[in-house]
């Protein structure tokens, strides 16, 4: 089987090839095969793929080695929250959960469909589990009131994959919150979240990684009627990082606000791709994503919605993308698309790009401000924007990370 998958992939890199060897190392199971043949079809994402022409994995990662530099310090709050921790080597879970969450740790690995969207996804599916981790970890959400959920991926190693599934009841609510850290030369992870009718589901993402990492984040959505999801990421990138994001509205009713904001310094890379399918009528979706750059760094955006003629009527979408280039060399690339067929809609999107306005550096320098500070403090500002709808658990954490990073 292995000899096969390797033959599959044209031209294997050495980080393929041990990523197929870790694969012969699981054991044998159907589900497990389809979803790493899927991932096998292209092997590492690369440039030729229209999808993923702006972040290159294939290139980024010859091999797969441990980076030199350790995590980072997890920046959001454990007070409160229950935690759960993946390293390269190992899992821990609170011992106890309350009422309103059943965990299940599954030994084998479960039906990942649609895996030949979003090959990482795919990867993580098929390459989680082994040791102490789960093959796949669910979750049963069927109360209101529940401590936050907090998740930490760190540690130092060549890889780390996992994939989470949640599953939340009619009229549950979920808090949940994801810190990526770094540490590992390749980190991939799947979320996968199904909202019955009336639940509700507030997620945040926090990543910083290094200049020598690779890091794969993939969300996977269905909104029932009337469910509602928010979900806010900060990320400062790594060698390449990309933290992508699929919904689809399947029932009346449900509303998404996704939103994003993006600081890459030199060396760093951070991609947010994101893909909204209007699959029923009377969905809202409102998007918005924020970035700024510096010399030597890059930004991508990829958002599009998808509006099918029939089931798509009454949709109410917007996406708005706007980038910082703080200095020369600064790299942004943005793709905003909208693909409609329904024709009783309300969409719209915007996509800028450019750079401080003079008048306001002007004004704030006027006034004893420092060159430094007075950029920084209206970077802020317009990163501040896209932060506002995190859970206020972790809303003011991230708006203090983004400062630190602009005060730098």
């Not at 479960?110 to 970890?137: I, M, N, W």
């Not at 320098?365 to 859970?391: H, M, S, V, W, Y």
Request: glycine share 10%; hydrophobic share 45%; charged share 20%.
């Amino acid at each position: 089987m292995t000899t096969a998958l390797r033959d599959f992939i044209k031209n294997p890199t050495p980080a393929e090839l041990e990523l197929v060897a870790r694969y012969g190392a699981q054991p044998e199971d159907a589900r497990r095969e389809r979803a790493f043949l899927a991932f096998a079809e292209t092997g590492l994402p690369h440039r030729r793929m229209e999808a993923w022409k702006w972040t290159d994995f294939k290139a980024a990662l010859k091999t797969l080695d441990a980076p030199a530099a350790a995590s980072a310090k997890d920046p959001l709050p454990h007070d409160g929250a229950l935690v759960f921790r993946f390293t390269p080597n190992g899992f821990d879970a609170p011992a106890n959960m309350p009422d309103g969450i059943r965990m299940v740790e599954q030994p084998g690995m479960q039906a990942f469909p649609g895996a030949e969207d979003v090959p990482l996804g795919a990867l993580a599916a098929a390459l989680s589990g082994g040791g102490k981790r789960p093959a796949t970890l669910t979750f049963e959400i069927t109360s209101g009131d529940l401590p936050r959920l907090h998740f930490v991926f760190k540690g130092s190693g060549q890889a780390s994959f996992a994939r989470i599934v949640f599953l939340i009841r009619s009229g549950a609510s979920l808090n949940l919150s994801e810190s990526y850290l770094g540490g590992a030369g390749l980190t991939s992870a799947v979320f996968e979240f199904d909202l019955e009718q009336d639940a509700a589901l507030n997620r945040a993402i926090f990543q910083r990684g290094g200049a020598d990492e690779a890091l794969a984040v993939t969300g996977i959505a269905h909104l029932g009627a009337n469910a509602e999801m928010t979900q806010t990421t900060l990320s400062f990138g790594a060698k390449v990082a990309r933290m992508e994001t699929r919904v689809v509205h399947q029932a009346s009713g449900a509303k998404l606000n996704l939103n994003a904001a993006y600081l890459s310094g030199k060396g760093f890379h951070a991609d947010i791709t994101t893909n909204v399918r209007h699959g029923a009528p009377s969905c809202v979706t409102r998007q918005l994503t924020k970035g700024a750059v510096l010399d030597g760094g890059t930004g991508v955006f990829q958002g599009k919605f998808f509006v099918p003629r029939k089931t798509g009527q009454h949709t109410d979408a917007d996406m708005q993308h706007q980038a910082l280039l703080l200095e020369d060399g600064a790299q942004v690339f943005a793709k905003p698309e909208l693909e409609i067929y329904a024709d009783d809609v309300e969409c719209a999107h915007g996509n800028t790009c450019g750079a401080l306005d003079d008048a306001q550096m002007f004004y704030l320098r006027q006034r004893g401000i420092p060159e430094n500070q007075a950029r920084a403090l209206l970077t802020e500002a317009f990163i501040a924007e896209a932060l506002g709808k995190a859970d206020e658990s972790v809303r003011e954490v991230m708006l203090a990370e983004a400062q630190n990073w602009l005060s730098s």
